[in-house]
């Protein structure tokens, strides 16, 4: 990175405090992230040395989790389309393994699903690193700038956070438009690039003091930031996504608890039979050796408080609160494993679709909205690791394999992958509708075909479908031809 030419026009709008909104965002997200934790407050006040009835049930968190788990599956491959495998190897140590991988957007879909916006860092290669680096950022600390006639065009982010020594940092990131263009030649107008201002401020005597830079500004040569970003959900007219968890849901949450909390405290009091007595004193009343109640008063009276209620109206609006959060949430009871809401039997896969629809086409949009910016995160590491160039940033191809959303009838789906083959459905979309990764699965064969030949050649088992033919053999395309002239030569 290198000292600036020049200040940014934006510099000084990302330096201005959070406003309003920025301040309520921030509100809705602590309360989300609480939610989420299952950190609900107690319904019901419990008296010092009482029995607790509090009854808290987190049903918030299964939502956002049943959400990443459909949006990215067990595994998501990302690969280049060129072939190169340079390239490839890139992308491999730029997202790792699968599990480094998975776990890195999981985290970052969380965020999604929490707060309604991902962030995730990017960070060059420096000293012994071989690739770039990736760091899910806390939505919590970030703000997005945008224009003030264009809320999709990010003019800055601005990182804030305290220090562990009393103090609080600043980090704007902001952007540079020496043509003013960006808002008509694109996001990515390739003459932009952004430069990197640090501040921090402390409090002396209980006051806070101004903002003071820290060391010299920093220049990030690309028109792209070194900070990728996405909605969770689409969200019109605002730069910031749609949370999984909003306030009306976790209200409902809320409601839930207050429900079973007051359903736990009437069984305790009024579940099991309380004896009572009328005219009479305790030394009137005994109970003989044979379990029977006497009484010594002829006016006395005695009897048992029962609970003639069961409770129904209760429960049932319990069922309906649950069943609004699912509405709300659009994750139905049978993604989450509730019993009750299980299929019973076998089901076609028209049933099956019907019974997740909700649940699939919410998915169906995140993957829209996470999957570009996880393109565009690649294509920019592959941009500074100096494997493509700069203009082919934008047209550069990136495949994202997802896998289904819905469990597979492995001999359904094999009698269909039949049939679609037949009528010239290629093998990669069939193994990719299967759930197979092609390129994987084309290895193996080879590797395969590779072993039987070399058995073959040692006498051992027969040759596999793509061996040449033993010398002075006709190939498979000879022996095609050879019963095609014999077929003409009949019908002579």
């Known amino acids: 990175m290198q000292a600036p030419t020049q200040q940014p026009t934006n510099l000084s709008l990302a330096q201005s405090p959070p406003s309003q909104a920025d301040a309520e965002r921030l509100q809705h997200m602590k309360a989300a992230w609480k939610a989420y934790k299952g950190d609900f407050s107690k319904p019901l006040k419990v008296t010092q040395g009482k029995i607790d009835d509090n009854v808290l049930s987190n049903r918030c968190a299964p939502i956002v989790d049943k959400g990443v788990s459909f949006l990215f599956g067990q595994t998501l491959k990302v690969e280049g389309t060129d072939g ?55 939505p919590l600390l970030v703000r997005i700038i945008t224009h003030p006639d264009d809320c999709e065009l990010v003019l800055a982010f601005v990182i804030e956070y305290p220090t562990a020594n009393g103090m609080q940092k600043r980090q704007i990131i902001a952007r540079v438009d020496p043509d003013n263009m960006a808002g008509i030649a694109g996001e990515y107008d390739l003459d932009d690039y952004w430069t990197i201002n640090t501040y921090i401020r402390s409090t002396v005597g209980g006051a806070v003091t101004s903002w003071q830079p820290v060391g010299e500004p920093e220049t990030w040569d690309y028109p792209f930031p070194p900070i990728f970003h996405c909605q969770n959900l689409p969200n019109p007219n605002e730069a910031y996504g749609k949370p999984d968890l909003t306030p009306d849901i976790i209200d409902m949450n809320r409601a839930l608890n207050f429900n079973q909390s007051n359903t736990n405290r009437i069984i305790r009091f009024h579940a099991h039979p309380k004896t009572w007595a009328k005219g009479l004193r305790t030394s009137q009343i005994s109970i003989g050796i044979d379990d029977v109640i006497v009484l010594e008063s002829k006016d006395g009276e005695i009897g048992t408080l029962e609970m003639h209620g069961d409770l129904a109206s209760s429960l049932n609006f319990a069922a309906v609160l649950r069943a609004d959060m699912d509405e709300q949430s659009r994750v139905p009871a049978v993604a989450l494993g509730r019993q009750a809401d299980l299929p019973k039997g076998n089901i076609s896969g028209v049933a099956l679709q019907l019974l997740f629809q909700p649940l699939i086409e919410k998915t169906t949009q995140k993957q829209r909205l996470y999957g570009k910016m996880i393109r565009e995160i690649t294509r920019a590491a592959l941009v500074i690791a100096g494997k493509i160039s700069l203009a082919d940033y934008e047209d550069y191809q990136i495949d994202l394999h997802w896998q289904n959303l819905l469990p597979v009838d492995d001999l359904a789906a094999a009698q269909t992958a039949q049939i679609l083959q037949a009528i010239g459905v290629s093998n990669t979309t069939l193994l990719q509708q299967l759930g197979y990764d092609p390129d994987a699965e084309a290895d193996k064969s080879a590797d395969e075909d590779a072993k039987k030949l070399v058995q073959f050649s040692r006498g051992q088992g027969m040759p596999p479908p793509s061996a040449h033919p033993a010398p002075g053999q006709p190939t498979s395309v000879q022996q095609d031809g050879q019963e095609q002239q014999k077929a003409g030569m009949g019908n002579e």
């Open 84 to 138: 190169n495998t340079d390239i490839q190897d890139t992308i491999d140590g730029l997202w790792g393994d699968d599990d480094d991988r998975m776990t890195l957007l999981s985290k970052a879909a969380i965020n999604g699903g929490v707060c309604g916006h991902a962030f995730i860092k990017l960070i060059p290669a420096q000293g012994q690193m071989q690739y770039p680096r990736l760091v899910v950022m806390d």
